[in-house]
């Protein structure tokens, strides 16, 4: 075989070491943002300040502080006055937009989600590797905060502004469902709690009890609901999905972006149709995965594909005799799982996302 390369070859190569080192780019600077967000240098922001200032507000030296944030201005995620200042005289801030996306939280721009994601993945890497070379998983748990955060925060404001706002009312049997007197609804894989807060406040007459494997997260959940109000009506254990639920309990369940990382998917499905009541019905949402497989896939599908690489597939990948399901959840895999568990019925909701897709299952 010839060692001579073509144009179009060499050609190929270049842009695909282009490509690397735009990826190796952002990889560096979304660390400087999970910097900003766990220092606290954003929110120090809010008002045009110096680097001194920031530095006072934070209690970071302030020579670190000033080598941030003309890091950060050089790539236009904050706003400097007047650059040709001298270098403490110069005040930084963030415009309306910058603050959506990086101070905050309710938004739903807000990016620091995907900061804490990737800083917590990266962190896990070498245990990650350790995984794949064994053969073993890693418990949700062994990523640690970042990721237990970042998740939380990454649907935080969908579920407070979308949830029973939008998306439950436009699948009406379950929206209904929930409204009666006494319901009572089990949410899976519930994290930190922001969904079963979300519809404990969105259904005054409704209960909700949310599950979740990692204690953690079942911790944040119990003092997210006491903060806002709801401690009484929504109630959180540390149970695996696929237990007993109990017979006839609930009237919905919900999966909330949880099903995929689920060790024994179908007991879990199986699990929960034994504990609805009849015409109970079961609400998920999951990945925004490809119907089919290709190369060259878009940037949602990427971005799954790498989740469920780093994280994903290792965490359902953590229990014995498991599904490894991943973040590649196409519909196709949906249906047989609630095939497998029993379902009589599996409907796409009528509901648009750039990441998730929905259904509803009838038991």
């Known amino acids: ?30 660390a ?24 006072a507000r934070t209690g970071v030296i302030e020579r670190y502080v000033r080598e941030w944030l003309e890091q950060q201005a050089i790539a236009g995620l904050v706003a400097v ?7 403490d005289q110069r005040r930084f801030g963030l415009s309306r937009a910058q603050r959506l996306a990086l101070a905050d939280a309710e938004s739903p721009f807000y990016a620091g989600a995907l900061a804490l994601l990737g800083g917590g993945c990266g962190a896990a890497l070498p245990q990650v590797l350790d995984a794949w070379r064994h053969g ?38 379950v929206d209904a469902l929930l409204r009666r007197t006494g319901a ?15 519809l404990a406040r ?15 997260s079942v911790m944040d959940a119990r003092a997210n609901a006491l903060v806002a109000g709801v401690g009484d009506r929504a109630r959180f254990e540390v149970v695996a999905s696929d237990a007993d639920h109990g017979g006839g309990r609930y009237d919905v369940a919900l999966f909330l972006e949880s099903l995929h990382d689920m060790a024994h998917p179908v007991p879990a499905l199986r699990a929960v149709r034994r504990a609805l009541r009849p015409g109970g019905r079961v609400f998920v949402m999951d990945e925004g995965a490809a119907d089919e497989f290709a190369p060259d896939g878009s940037p949602v ?15 359902g990948l953590a229990e014995a005799d498991s599904a490894g399901t991943g973040a590649l959840f196409r ?19 009528p509901i648009q996302h750039d990441f998730m897709r929905f259904y509803v299952l009838e038991a």
């Open 1 to 30: 075989m010839s060692t001579l390369l073509t144009e179009e070859v060499a050609a190929e190569a270049g842009a695909l070491t282009e490509r690397i080192f735009e990826q190796v780019l952002a990889s560096m600077e979304i």
């Open 202 to 216: 969105g259904y005054a007459g409704l209960t909700v009890d949310g599950v979740d494997l990692d204690e953690a």
């Open 301 to 315: 599908e990427r971005l799954l594909g790498a989740a469920s690489v780093l994280h994903c597939l290792p965490v």
């Open 184 to 198: 009572r609804a089990l949410d899976l894989g519930c994290g930190v709690g922001w969904s079963s807060i979300a």
């Open 32 to 55: 400087t943002v999970w910097l900003g967000h766990r220092l606290g240098l954003y929110d120090a922001l809010v008002e045009s300040a110096t680097s001194a200032e920031v530095a």
């Open 136 to 173: 073993t998983g890693l418990s949700f748990g062994a990523y640690g905060d970042d990721v237990r955060d970042g998740q939380g925060l990454f649907n935080k404001a969908d579920f407070e502004q979308r949830l029973v706002q939008e998306w439950l009312p436009a699948v009406p049997d």
């Open 331 to 349: 519909p196709s895999t949906l249906r047989e799982y609630a095939a497998a568990a029993g379902y009589s019925a599996v409907r796409d909701a």
């Open 81 to 87: 006055d007047d650059a040709s200042a001298p270098p």
